[in-house]
């Protein structure tokens, strides 16, 4: 649920209340004749009334994170608390949480559990607990912005929390700010082999004759189907008409009688004026992409010598995990961004979000946890290692910097800098500006998933054979 809509049903009660008790409720409304000329009196619609965790919410939003703590050592000591999230890592950090409670109150403990849901069941798993009146998951971490608006917002299964800290580090308030609390951005990049002649300078190259791609297929991750959805919007379908601009007659050639073919469709679809050039690479991409499982599979792929010519879109901060041998290597592979003279998009952002379960077990603990997450740097340590993964906190994100040193290629243990032109992370405001990353937007993509997501369904994808 927005917080303006939370901050204004919230003060609309208080209103009424007033208002009752000056006794307002006992005046009997008296009808207008018909040709008085008058409109009849409009009735106000009732106020949502905010639930017993969007209350806890609201207070706890006007609380730092060490008045967080506190509440949280009252509520959870020598209790358990389970999370559950599409990333591990929550298990990593949860501990962590703890011996930070644990330096205000030596005494506290309180035992955890995380899950990882497999194959996207995390969304059944929210809704089949969100039917008891209490739940067994005090919040969650979670990805697919779209899944998130249609079927745990729009539903009232999970609630914003905006910690003040975090707020303050970004210059908002909780209740101006809009939208879901981010603990990170990650992205997917394109990046291809080195080891032959073929470059890659725009990308429309990707949907060129006879390219296959590396991807994970969009029915395994649906986060890249918000991908393809993204492309749609009016400000990307921009950018793919800009980098088409940019091709030679040649090329331009090769890919306008299918620009051309999807006019019609754009104009069905009720897409803005450059959304031909959108559904254009989209058919060519899903009809060309060699469908993957998994990006760790694609990262060992493409970083072997013998892959020449090959490339993928995959999660950036795969090459962190790269073991250098004689004929494995970072130094085999080009993020395609950076070569100079790249043109179009050079990947996909999207986010983990955070959120209290509405019918949270532990609502105060699980807000002191996501504020831990997002306004410290320990807590943000169980993701602070991999490039291309940007926490939303800019004073959290500056302070992970200056520990790991992403945009040098990272540090040995030693000390010393290890050079890997590929690693060297140009960083979230680079590639949300000069590298076009296509970002997530949640709205968006439940605005469209029916209409272009119907569409892409009815395209054929590749088959490697």
Not at 285 to 295: I, L, P
Not at 411 to 420: I, K, L, Q, S
Request: charged letters at 20%; a negative charge.
């Amino acid at each position: 649920m927005k917080k303006r809509f939370l901050a204004f049903a919230l003060t609309l009660a208080m209103m009424m209340t007033l208002l009752a008790g000056c006794g307002g409720g006992g005046t009997e409304q008296t009808q207008q004749p018909a040709d008085s000329g008058e409109e009849p009196p409009k009735t106000e619609e009732p106020a949502t009334e905010l639930t017993a965790t969007q209350k806890i919410i609201a207070e706890a939003e006007g609380m730092t994170l060490e008045e967080l703590a506190q509440k949280a050592i009252e509520e959870s000591n020598g209790k358990t608390f389970l999370g559950v999230g599409n990333s591990s890592r929550g298990k990593s950090a949860l501990p962590l949480f703890i011996e930070y409670l644990q330096t205000i109150d030596p005494s506290y403990n309180m035992e955890f559990e995380w899950q990882q849901p497999k194959n996207n069941k995390i969304f059944d798993q929210l809704t089949a607990d969100s039917l008891k009146d209490t739940g067994t998951y005090a919040m969650t971490l979670i990805q697919d912005g779209n899944q998130i608006e249609s079927k745990m917002v729009q539903t009232g299964i999970l609630d914003t929390f905006i910690p003040k800290d975090w707020a303050d580090a970004n210059g908002t308030t909780a209740d101006d700010y809009e939208g879901y609390l981010p603990l990170q951005t990650l992205n997917k990049v394109f990046m291809y082999n080195n080891t032959g002649s073929k470059t890659y300078d725009n990308c429309w190259d990707f949907v060129a004759e006879g390219e296959h791609g590396l991807y994970m297929d969009i029915d395994s991750e649906i986060v890249g189907k918000n991908f393809l959805y993204m492309l749609t919007e009016d400000t990307y379908a921009g950018w793919l008409k800009e980098a088409f601009e940019a091709l030679s007659a040649d090329e331009q050639a090769y890919f306008q009688p299918t620009i051309n073919a999807m006019e019609s469709e754009a104009a069905d679809l009720g897409l803005g004026a450059d959304g031909k050039y959108a559904l254009a690479w989209i058919k060519l991409w899903v009809e060309s992409y060699n469908a993957q499982t998994d990006d760790g599979p694609i990262c060992n792929t493409l970083v072997d010598k013998s892959a020449t010519d090959q490339f993928g879109l995959l999660v950036y901060s795969k090459l962190r995990s790269v073991e250098e041998s004689s004929s494995v290597s970072v130094n085999n592979i080009n993020v395609a961004a950076y070569d100079d003279g790249y043109t179009g998009i050079g990947g996909f952002g999207y986010c983990h979000y955070l959120f209290v379960t509405d019918n949270s077990p532990l609502p105060w603990t699980a807000c002191a946890f996501i504020a831990y997450m997002t306004c410290t740097t320990d807590g943000f340590s169980a993701w602070g290692k991999d490039m291309g993964g940007y926490s939303s906190n800019p004073t959290v994100a500056a302070e992970n910097e200056e520990i790991y040193h992403h945009q040098t290629g990272g540090m040995a243990e030693d000390g010393t800098t290890v050079e890997f032109a590929a690693k060297n992370d140009a960083g979230y405001d680079w590639w949300t500006t000069d590298g076009k990353l296509v970002l997530e937007d949640p709205e968006y993509c439940a605005s469209v998933a029916f209409t272009v997501g119907s569409w892409i369904e009815m395209l054929t994808k590749y088959s490697a054979g």
